[in-house]
């Protein structure tokens, strides 16, 4: 079956370490998105993809980086983790504009 | 801008009770989609519906009902008979025809719902 996958699902670092999150789809996408659930803001859009070599800038990108070297896969870049994005952290596709979003498990990230 | 107001932080009610979460969404456009996801305490998003701004019909599946009027920018989400497994956090979202499938999601709403 066609999914999504997100890797690490748990990680610990350290303020100022690189941490790259890994996304993976199977479905063909061509969108694929990345968003950040805090409490008391839902999910925000940090950056997305519309295809190959293509990469924007969401409502929270600072900090945050992403390349689209393929099709399946949006790794995510925190260039030097701050305390202030320990969150959780979800990878998305949809494969029609203005589909409904297929969400990988989620990758619950803290920084110390 | 746009924008989804889900007012009610957290609701809590006993099983078999019906319970309706609001949404209110802010747009210029005249084509968006708006839709509502589930997250269980496991804490995967499952999707709910999608419903697009030229469909004003009410939907209903099952339990689960939907009540979309543009007159007031709303799109509420009630369930009959509610039950343990509907405990989650329902989150209301809107995508604009422009943004290619960007959703811009509301705060999300608790349901709690008590045996």
């Known amino acids: 079956d066609a999914e999504i996958t997100q890797s690490p699902r748990h990680k610990i670092t350290e303020t100022g370490r690189q941490v790259t999150l890994a996304c993976h789809q199977t479905?063909?996408?061509?969108?694929m998105f990345w968003y950040r659930q805090d409490l008391g803001h839902g999910l925000r859009l940090i950056h997305y993809?519309?295809?190959?070599?293509?990469?924007n800038k969401g409502e929270v990108s600072d900090g945050y980086s992403v390349s689209r070297s393929n099709t399946e896969d949006l790794p995510l870049t925190l260039e030097s983790a701050a305390s202030s994005q320990t969150s959780v952290y979800f990878c998305?596709?949809?494969?029609?504009?203005?589909?409904?979003?297929?969400f990988g498990e989620g990758s619950r990230l803290t920084v110390l | 801008a746009q924008k989804v107001t889900q007012a009610q932080t957290e609701i809590s009610v006993v099983e078999k009770e019906d319970v309706t979460l609001d949404c209110v969404y802010e747009t210029r456009d005249t084509t968006y989609y708006l839709f509502w996801y589930k997250q269980p305490p496991s804490g995967e998003l499952v999707f709910l519906i999608r419903?697009?701004?030229?469909?004003?019909q009410n939907e209903i599946s099952g339990r689960y009902s939907w009540n979309f009027q543009k007159s007031t920018s709303s799109f509420n989400f009630t369930i009959t008979a509610s039950q343990v497994v509907d405990s989650a956090v329902y989150f209301c979202?809107?995508?604009?025809?422009?943004?290619?499938?960007?959703?811009?999601f509301g705060q999300g709403t608790t349901l709690q719902v008590k045996p």
């Open positions: 998305a596709s949809s494969y029609r504009e203005a589909g409904e979003l297929f």
């Open positions: 979202a809107l995508s604009l025809s422009s943004n290619t499938g960007k959703l811009i």
């Open positions: 993809s519309y295809g190959v070599q293509d990469t």
């Open positions: 419903r697009n701004s030229f469909d004003e």
């Open positions: 479905w063909n996408h061509n969108n």
